[in-house]
């Protein structure tokens, strides 16, 4: 080879190596050991605005990172060059044929995944969404979760995207006191083991859906503020067998899931807050769906988890915890609750309901605590 020819070869090999690392930096596998604010971008609307405006949105309101059900490609392409890190899902009804055949896994692979790679920031793909508890796909999980990491394997993008699944928080059989967290009997062993066991060995994320205003509407005992992050100072909760004091609902609910992960000898996973958020409207007599509370909740919760420095957790002090909130916007073709239909921070029209104070965080120190004695028991 002439000199020449190799002087061209080396600048092409530098301006591609540069290229990538626009996107792409080397060695990057865009990991959730950090904490973020992100959103999910569910679908399930008449007439919600199309994918590349969807992307606008999001833009403006300065959320830097999203979790979708499915794996459009239309979806995917949308965001391209946008800056925005996506996790990406398997819908649940493709499991049974994903487990048993690992060619399954391929093709959505080189559907959805290759063709975005080197323009597209994808952090993770789950698995079904909250088919732990589902009798009939179950066992159908971790074969799948396996095959997809294969997949991405056999690809050279195992270490980039990270393969989990998402669980609801009623895996939990116990969550107060939170040190005494444990999985349901019926799963723990059989299923959550074994998947725990992978997304530690592959040092992926324990993703969970958790939402305090569930929690809030399922038990007398939890005061509203508590569970909105205003509660005021004289009003907490002490772990009575770590004495570890809790001041919002939200963090019990994560050192519940981060006990019951150690319970099985998992100590270390990275947990994922993959949905939470609460709804603005309801029942007429549901007083807490509101769209004050909607935004207080939400607010309150960056500022939480986006302290400077970190607070982390009770259980996980300066433990840093990743959380999506849900939704992008109301999604009128959900079924359900009246809820279901008023999760988003957008109306369907694109309009949005309030700010989430994004632009406005800062630093925030821990507040001590006065002195005083619980006001409630819990759950």
């Not at 359900?336 to 925030?364: C, D, I, M, R």
Request: hydrophobic share 40%; charged share 20%; with cysteine.
């Amino acid at each position: 080879m002439r000199e020449s020819d190799q002087a061209l070869g080396r600048y092409v090999l530098l301006r591609l190596i540069l290229l990538l690392c626009v996107f792409f930096p080397i060695g990057s596998s865009f990991s959730f050991g950090g904490r973020g604010i992100g959103i999910n971008y569910g679908r399930l609307g008449k007439n919600l605005p199309p994918p590349d405006i969807a992307v606008k949105l999001i833009t403006s309101s300065r959320i830097k990172h999203v979790k979708t059900f499915d794996m459009d490609p239309v979806v995917i392409q949308a965001f391209t060059k946008s800056n925005i890190t996506l996790s990406l899902c398997i819908p649940d009804e493709e499991l049974p044929a994903l487990a048993s055949d690992p060619t399954r896994a391929d093709l959505i692979v080189q559907r959805s995944i290759l063709p975005f790679i080197h323009t597209t920031k994808i952090s993770s793909i789950s698995v079904g969404n909250e088919v732990s508890m589902m009798p009939d796909l179950a066992p159908h999980l971790l074969p799948s979760i396996k095959n997809v990491y294969y997949s991405l394997k056999k690809f050279k993008i195992h270490k980039r995207i990270k393969v989990s699944t998402t669980h609801s928080v009623a895996v939990l059989a116990i969550r107060s006191p939170p040190s005494h967290g444990i999985f349901q009997e019926s799963i723990a062993g059989p299923i959550m083991k074994p998947v725990l066991r992978f997304l530690n060995k592959t040092q992926s994320p324990f993703m969970v859906n958790l939402y305090p205003y569930l929690t809030y509407k399922e038990t007398s005992e939890v005061p509203l503020d508590f569970a909105l992050f205003t509660a005021k100072p004289n009003l907490y909760y002490t772990d009575p067998n770590t004495s570890l004091v809790y001041t919002n609902l939200f963090d019990i609910l994560v050192d519940a899931l981060n006990a019951a992960a150690a319970s099985l000898g998992f100590n270390n996973l990275t947990l994922v807050v993959t949905e939470t958020g609460w709804p603005t409207n309801g029942h007429e007599n549901d007083y807490a769906a509101s769209l004050q509370n909607a935004k207080l909740f939400n607010q309150r919760l960056i500022k939480h988890v986006m302290r400077v420095p970190v607070v982390g957790t009770p259980m996980r002090p300066g433990v840093p915890v990743m959380v999506y909130l849900f939704a992008l916007f109301d999604e009128d073709l959900k079924v359900g609750e009246p809820t279901e239909n008023h999760w988003g921070l957008f109306y369907a029209n694109g309009s949005k309901k309030y700010e989430l104070g994004l632009q406005k965080h800062g630093v925030l120190s821990r507040t001590k605590l006065a002195n005083g004695e619980n006001k409630f028991s819990l759950l």
